[in-house]
């Protein structure tokens, strides 16, 4: 059951059961629905993740972004898997009655945006991945400095230089933002819960076998910073080989963070996709 918003802060949106884990989530906008899937960095929301993205795509669609398990005001079970989010996001999509969404994933999202979209094709209009994880690759520095964090400001500042191409958008307000973000009650016990060390082993977790990605039927877009630290380019260029239906969008001088970096831009790729 939806439940109305119980707080005036812009992370804090609607309440849902998804198969038993209570989901907070943002919605606007109307039309063909959209389901974004924010990415792992520590202190993430759907909010910090997607907030410069959902207005300009509200203006043509239903735009709906969960908090996922043990991230931000969604419930935090305690044991995380990549099976568990995608029964969480089946039951979030069932719980509002959406038979076909379009799914753009970020990151981690990425890597559940396709493994749902190969447990359910039918279930799945157009697929957006954004310096997805999904494949298998050596655990880079930046990816295991981001699952490996540990709440203070020095190394909150030290995982955003990680993220961010332009190091002007990695200034002390940001940094204080996201740790604050990250301490919130029961936060920091959930992100330390998912990915221990060693963490090339929950790359492997999130990553899809290579023959069902190849059987995705989907129009999907791929997009990536060049310069990314956390997730490699490489992948995006995998995942363009194994996807028969797919494009790939490059981002020069750009980090982890695309939908912020180069905002504009990517909401307009975005959009023309998804009519």
Not at 257 to 272: K, P
Request: glycine fraction near 10%.
């Amino acid at each position: 059951m939806t439940t109305t918003p119980q707080s005036t802060r812009p992370e804090v949106g609607q309440r849902i059961d998804a198969n038993g884990v209570g989901t907070n989530y943002l919605e606007a906008g109307s039309g063909s629905p959209v389901v974004l899937v924010h990415g792992s960095g520590p202190g993430v929301t759907a909010f910090a993740n997607w907030r410069l993205t959902i207005p300009t795509l509200a203006a043509e669609h239903r735009v709906l972004a969960p908090d996922m398990a043990g991230f931000g005001f969604s419930d935090k079970p305690g044991e995380y898997s990549m099976d568990r989010w995608v029964d969480q996001l089946d039951g979030f999509l069932t719980a509002l009655g959406l038979d076909k969404v379009s799914l753009v994933g970020n990151s981690f999202g990425g890597g559940l945006a396709i493994a749902f979209a190969t447990r359910w094709p039918e279930r799945v209009d157009k697929l957006v991945l954004m310096g997805s994880v999904g494949i298998s690759f050596p655990i880079t520095e930046g990816l295991d400095a981001v699952w490996g964090y540990e709440a203070s400001i020095e190394n909150m500042r030290g995982v955003l230089d990680f993220f961010a191409y332009d190091r002007n958008l990695v200034n002390d307000e940001l940094a204080e933002l996201r740790y604050r973000a990250s301490i919130e009650p029961g936060v920091q016990e959930a992100f330390a819960a998912m990915f221990p060390a060693p963490r090339q082993r929950w790359v492997e977790g999130m990553a899809t076998p290579e023959d069902k990605i190849a059987a995705l039927p989907h129009d999907t877009l791929i997009i990536h910073g060049r310069d990314d630290q956390v997730i490699p380019v490489d992948n995006a260029y995998r995942l363009l080989q194994l996807i028969d239906r797919a494009q790939l969008h490059v981002f020069g001088r750009c980090g982890h963070w695309t939908q912020i970096e180069h905002a504009a831009a990517f909401n307009e790729l975005l959009l023309d996709f998804l009519r």
